[in-house]
């Protein structure tokens, strides 16, 4: 019996990212560049450091190397020499690599390889962003403290064919290795990536075509305002059809979900389908289904865009805090603790648990990276509508306060050309009385996104409470209309149900308190806003009715806490209705 010849080694498994759509662009030109930077630089580099060029694989290399420090730095030569190559070079025509390395046991057989060690090194190439270099435990354990470069620890992964989660590292040398431009799109864990690819006309209708692209193309737009994704670009998600294997599409583009759709016409109606999948695992994790008439289309276009938006962006918060739970403590980043804190509130209602859950999170986010200027401007925000709605102990809330307004001056000052940041800075500011100063950061985010509905409900709060009563209150009513699916929609309602009130238009007012308590059935702050209206009404019974629903969502609800809410005069009002009302059974 023929004893197997065995060795412990170096792995290392390479590939060009999108080489698939590079070849359908150019053929013949992304081959000769190929031939062209293996020739001028990755074969020389490997020779360099001792390596092998086991086989070719078209577009990739397995290599061997005796020592895994020098494979490192083999694979950290050949990043920072592409990124050099591809400087000048159109985005969709340069070429990026995925490294993956690991060490292991092989197996010789003739020039060739096998065995585990060589099947994980591909599967680690395969989590790689372009331009990007990842290593197995095992590896990072022969090169730690050798080598003169940062190991991000991204989490153990479940790689294709590999029994039990793996952990990886991830080789960070800022400004050499990783895409070697900007907006190359990469999958970068604390930032998680969307593609959106075009829609499907399924009713073969030449005249949707329009609608059809334009439908896509405004979902990109509006998913790339939701504060910690990163949507890839329409001119490298157009290049694949919504058939697409979306695995094939998440490792090509480096993106961790895919947004695709259709549309359907049936007679007038057209119906309007998509869905998210996690480009990994080729997982449906929402779908959802608006129908419309053909007579809509042009009216309804960017309301179906934000009604997908909208649905949609719950989904991606709960699944990105799913992939976050997953990871270790230790490689949590700030952008994940951002997200978990942006999601804390939105997911699970309004409390104090939630806000210091939410407060805690954005912190931490900011000890990782003291420039995040999103994290600054949503803790002075959530800091500020804590403190407003009575959900901070009174002992920390002159602390709490005085800190919200220098979170939201720092999140200005390190980026007062972002409409988000500027957005809920302003609001937290003029929340915590700097009233001149919070109109002028919104007018600011409104001038560079004049469809930032936030910025503009907040704006007309803003100007309510400066006494340009009905400019607000126009202000406010646009801002919802802007978005009319928002999931802030039930919040935003209480604020304008309270500037109705104030200016003596109760009917109106109540009107907007009870949508607001419709679109939102944790929301106690709807009911009480809806009681004020109704006891000033002088329909006591109601009111109570209103009272006892906001004590059962939170019964922890009281009358000093109203009166942080809503005035002294209202609280007064409600005072005899709230002392005769039972005790509610929770």
């Not at 400087?87 to 969709?92: I, L, Q, S, T, Y």
């Not at 590896?139 to 990886?168: C, S, W, Y």
């Not at 007679?267 to 998509?274: H, N, Q, S, Y």
């Not at 469809?451 to 009513?477: C, H, K, P, T, Y």
């Amino acid at each position: 019996m023929t004893r197997e010849h065995r060795r412990l080694a170096a792995i290392v498994s390479l590939d060009v990212a999108g080489y698939s759509h590079l070849m359908a662009l150019d053929e013949t030109g992304t081959l000769a560049a190929l031939k062209a930077h293996r020739r001028d630089l990755i074969d020389h580099k490997i020779a360099e450091y001792e390596g092998r060029i086991v086989k070719t694989t078209g577009d990739g290399l397995l290599l061997e190397f005796p020592s895994v420090v020098d494979a490192v730095r083999c694979a950290v030569d050949v990043q920072r020499g592409m990124a050099d190559r591809n400087e000048g070079v159109a985005p969709d025509r340069r070429l990026d690599f995925r490294i993956g390395i690991n060490v292991g046991d092989i197996i010789i057989d003739g020039g060739d390889i096998f065995g585990d060690g060589v099947n994980l090194a591909a599967r680690i190439e395969g989590q790689a962003e372009p331009g990007g270099i990842w290593i197995s435990r095992a590896a990072h354990e022969q090169v730690e403290g050798k080598l003169d470069l940062t190991f991000d620890e991204m989490g153990e992964r479940q790689l294709k064919n590999i029994a039990l989660p793996v952990p990886l590292y991830r080789v960070s040398t800022p400004g050499s290795v990783g895409p070697s431009k900007a907006d190359t799109p990469a999958l970068v864990t604390d930032r998680p990536s969307i593609a959106v690819l075009p829609f499907s006309n399924l009713s073969g209708d030449e005249n949707l075509a329009l609608l059809i692209d334009c439908l896509a193309e405004d979902v990109i737009t509006l998913l790339a305002r939701i504060p910690g994704f990163f949507v890839i670009a329409r001119s490298s998600s157009f290049a694949y059809k919504a058939a697409s294997d979306v695995r094939v599409v998440g490792r090509e583009l480096g993106v961790r979900y895919v947004v695709d759709g259709s549309v359907r016409a049936a007679g007038e109606l057209l119906r309007v389908a998509t869905q998210l999948t996690e480009a990994g695992t080729g997982i449906h994790i929402w779908a959802g289904r608006f129908d419309v008439t053909r007579g809509e289309t042009l009216e309804l276009q960017e309301d179906i865009a934000r009604g997908i938006m909208v649905e949609l962006e719950p989904e991606l918060t709960r699944a990105e805090l799913a992939v976050i739970r997953r990871q270790r403590p230790g490689s949590i980043g700030a952008w994940s603790s951002y997200r978990q804190g942006f999601g804390a509130i939105a997911i699970k209602g309004w409390s104090e648990e939630t806000v210091a859950e939410c407060i805690r999170h954005l912190r931490r986010a900011i000890e990782l990276d003291p420039e995040f200027a999103l994290a600054h401007a949503m803790l002075a925000l959530q800091t500020a509508l804590g403190v407003n709605a009575g959900l901070i102990e009174d002992r920390d809330e002159d602390e709490a306060w005085a800190n919200a307004k220098a979170s939201a001056e720092r999140a200005a000052h390190l980026d007062d050309a972002s409409s988000e940041v500027l957005g809920y800075a302003g609001c937290a500011l003029s929340d915590l009385g700097e009233r001149a100063r919070g109109i002028e950061m919104l007018e600011r985010a409104i001038e560079i996104d004049p469809s930032n509905a936030q910025a503009r409900v907040a704006l007309g709060a803003a100007q309510v409470f400066d006494r340009q009563l009905e400019r607000g209150i126009e202000n406010m009513a646009l801002g919802m209309r802007l978005s009319p699916r928002d999931r802030r929609l039930g919040l935003w309602g209480v604020v304008y149900a309270n500037a109705l009130a104030r200016i003596g238009r109760l009917d109106e007012a109540l009107e907007a308190a009870r949508t607001a308590c419709r679109r939102d059935s944790t929301l106690y702050l709807a009911r009480v806003a809806a009681a004020v209206v109704l006891a000033r009404l002088n329909r006591r019974e109601e009111a109570s009715t209103s009272l006892a629903e906001a004590k059962r969502i939170r019964p922890r609800l009281s009358l000093p806490q109203i009166e942080r809410l809503q005035g002294r005069r209202a609280a007064e009002n409600l005072r005899p209705i709230w002392e005769s009302m039972e005790p509610p059974t929770i």
